[in-house]
């Protein structure tokens, strides 16, 4: 493969390896973007739409897409706070979740919140976020004005080290929760998904300092100018909410069709058909998977009868 294989393709970089990789690779199958990788080749070109596949480590794609050298990008929402690129992020993905936590040991209760840590020494691998975090806590502004302002400022000069900051910020790659237990950190900052790996080094997060799910970024000169950018935003968006919602048939007399409508209201109105019989209709709706068996429950109590429920594999519907 060379430069001439990718011509005339959209560039869509993934992380190759890591949390995100599998989910991504899910919902490249269900918008039907269809390639073949190669063994030990990062880059695929896709059998069906003008696109190639950029595989990339998570932390780079954020770059790589403020820069131009690809074009649209899935990556952690953490991940572009950190890296400062100039990009738009076009749909969060639902995946991913986890949060930015300030963490302290649990036996040490001196700290209550991030406050308290300003002057004291903290090791983390979001060296960018948590120096511009600091520096806004030393400069007056509440935990919550400090969260809200990484959203909006830039982290090119985040590594230059204000004369004034007393907060020692240490960065290391890995490992980051034994940082406190080999005496290297007065606290950490660190990612928490399910909050094992933090319990097991017997830390407690005090603070959030951001909250982070995976997105679909774009270059901001491209999303306007490439016409299958939005056409990929559609599918991926289509299989997010497909992956939400199954679809609940049922009949129901027409006397209770106001309460089954306000059970099953679907995502803009339920579709109401006739039947047969002049006094029952049936019933289509979208009904979320978390909520179905409740739904269900709660139509057969006002007397509708065939409930059936149906897997949605892909949609176009309005979020």
């Known amino acids: 493969m060379d430069f001439a294989d990718l011509q005339d393709r959209l560039l869509l970089a993934i992380p190759k390896k890591g949390r995100l990789h599998e989910k991504c690779l899910q919902l490249l199958q269900g918008a039907d973007i269809q390639f073949h990788r190669r063994n030990r080749l990062d880059i695929a070109l896709s059998t069906n739409l003008p696109l190639a596949l950029v595989f990339l480590p998570a932390a780079d794609i954020a770059k790589f897409v403020g820069e131009g050298n690809v074009d649209i990008g899935i990556t952690g929402q953490d991940v572009v706070v ?43 691998s979001f060296e960018s976020i948590v120096a511009r975090y600091f520096d806004a806590l030393e400069a007056g502004m509440s935990e919550k004005d400090a969260s809200a302002s990484l959203l909006r400022a830039s982290s090119t000069n985040a590594g230059a080290v204000p004369p004034s900051r007393r907060t020692v910020i240490n960065y290391v790659s890995g490992s980051v929760e034994a940082a406190c237990a080999l005496g290297l950190a007065d606290a950490i900052v660190d990612l928490v998904e399910s909050g094992e790996t933090m319990r097991a080094a017997k830390l407690h997060a005090i603070t959030t300092v951001l909250t982070s799910q995976a997105v679909l970024i774009c270059n901001p000169r491209k999303h306007n100018t490439v016409p299958l950018i939005e056409t990929l935003k559609r599918r991926i968006e289509g299989v997010i909410v497909a992956q939400r ?75």
Not at 87 to 105: A, H, M, R, S, Y
Not at 249 to 278: C, F, H, M, W
């Open 82 to 124: 950190e890296s400062g690129a100039n990009v738009e992020e076009i749909l969060q993905l639902g995946f991913g979740k986890c949060d930015l936590c300030v963490q302290t040991p649990i036996k040490n209760g001196e700290y209550k919140g991030a406050r308290d840590l300003v002057g004291k020494r903290i090791v983390t």
């Open 245 to 319: 919602y199954v679809l609940c048939n049922y009949n129901i007399s027409r006397d209770r069709l106001k309460q089954a409508i306000a059970i099953t209201p679907g995502k803009k109105a339920a579709t109401v058909s006739p039947l047969e019989d002049n006094d029952w209709v049936a019933v289509s709706a979208m009904v979320g998977k978390k909520e179905v068996a409740e739904i269900m429950d709660k139509l057969e109590a006002i007397g509708a009868t065939d409930i059936l429920v149906f897997d949605i594999h892909n949609s176009r519907v309005r979020t």
